[in-house]
């Protein structure tokens, strides 16, 4: 074994990779990942090739530490021990049951690290545990398959739902669906069992249907949701009045009455008046919601703009991480392929919930970098993987979770923020005008730079 001073120079230096890799040898163990494909396997098996090793391969990728899937398999095929068609083939059919329950799984015990953390939660909204749901298609992938081949049209591999832990920003719950033309809504059935009651709910209108209100109201979870302008029939109850005014506008509420066969329920009704219109020229924004009546109507018009919380997890695993791997077609691999973007940025979650608490919510979440910092982390772990031997990690492996969270917490106390600044951008300027280019394709630089500059 190396002597201890090797690993803690990397401590000293970028002591989040440390924070990553110790996360990994507590939470992902290859012994835990086989049994979690053991448990939710239906009809797949393993035999040459682990799942474990498949999660690890594909890790490589999704945080972009490899270029490509088979890029990703030359740098471990000594170790596989299989050919590339072998894992093109394991992934091509690997059940979105397992990749659901590898998400389920692995978040719970992140859930717990993170509790253990003081002050790493947010407070979203006091003694309620809030979630936020949306949906993602996954882009149009390349035509390697041999039935692609002969259109043009850009094939879709597959959608997801996702539900984000407001608190803790970490996807506790993943619905994967094979067809990427089908309606995000077609995956609520699967999902609405695994919320949990007394919760919140926080979604778009795009899942504002009288089925998904009726369900969350008879699981005895709350919603805060954008009222569709059709697929939720209502009635006025009783008048609106003005509440008050929100960041964007005026809000005002009302109650109306909404039915399911011979059910009848009651909600609010929040109308926010914006100051500025959206983005598709909507002057106001109906909320509809179950949450009693000490929960004004102005914490509830706030806490429905805070959703874009989830779009900004699926951004960071767009621009920073890969979620979406162009090459792979079949729809089980495109989604197991985004399954594992999802688990490295949950395990980035934890490592933030640790920066969090050892630095204070405003510093981390108003000044940190997410890209710098994850790239900053990939780096050094190549390094750290051939500095450090195996047995060096062994002390964060036998840590409960408790003793994990200090151990987070001490670690991140050692990370200097200010390696990693977040960019402010300015108020977004209108492009300008563009000549249409036709008949000139090509215009030289230099020319238009001289005549800009008068010279």
Known sequence: MLPPKVLDRFIEQCPAAVMVRATLERLLSPTRLDAIFTAAADQQYQRELLFSELVALMAGVA???????????????????????????????????????????????????????????????????????????????????????????????????ALLDAQRDLITELVLGEDGHAQERSL???????????????????????????????????FVIRQHATNLPWERKGKRRRIGRCETGVVF??????????????????????????????????????????????????????????????????????????????PKAALFSFTVAVLAYNMYAVVKAALRSAHGVKAVDEKLSDYHLVHDVVMTTVGMSIAVELESWSRYAGLSLVELAAELVRLAKGVKLSRYPKKRRGPKKPPPRKSSGRGRPHVSTARILATSRGS
């Open 63 to 161: 945080t972009r530490t490899h270029q490509s899937v088979h890029a990703a398999y030359l740098d471990a095929r000594e170790k596989l021990g299989v050919s590339a068609t072998a894992v093109y083939g394991k992934l091509n059919r690997l059940e979105p049951g397992i990749s659901a329950a590898l998400i389920r799984d692995t978040a719970k015990d992140m859930a717990t690290v993170i509790n253990a953390m003081p002050k790493a939660r947010r407070v979203v909204l006091p003694g309620y545990e809030v979630y936020y749901l949306d949906g993602n298609h996954l882009a149009a992938t390349e035509h390697r398959i041999d039935e692609l081949r002969t259109t043009r049209s850009g094939p879709l591999p597959g959608q997801t739902l």
């Open 188 to 222: 609520l059935n699967e999902l609405l069992p695994r919320i949990s009651s007394k919760s919140v709910l926080v979604a778009d209108r795009n899942f504002c249907t009288t089925g998904l209100v009726f369900g969350l109201m008879g699981g005895s979870t709350y």
């Open 253 to 330: 509420e009302q109650a109306i009455e909404v039915q399911q066969g011979n059910e009848v329920r009651t909600l609010r009704r929040i109308t926010i008046q914006l100051d500025t219109p959206t983005e598709d020229g909507d002057p106001k924004i109906h909320i509809v919601s179950n949450l009693p009546t000490h929960v004004s109507a102005v914490k509830i018009a706030e806490l429905y703009r805070s959703r874009w919380t989830i779009e900004g997890a699926f951004q960071i695993m767009t621009d920073v991480l890969r979620c979406e791997v162009e090459t792979l077609g079949y």
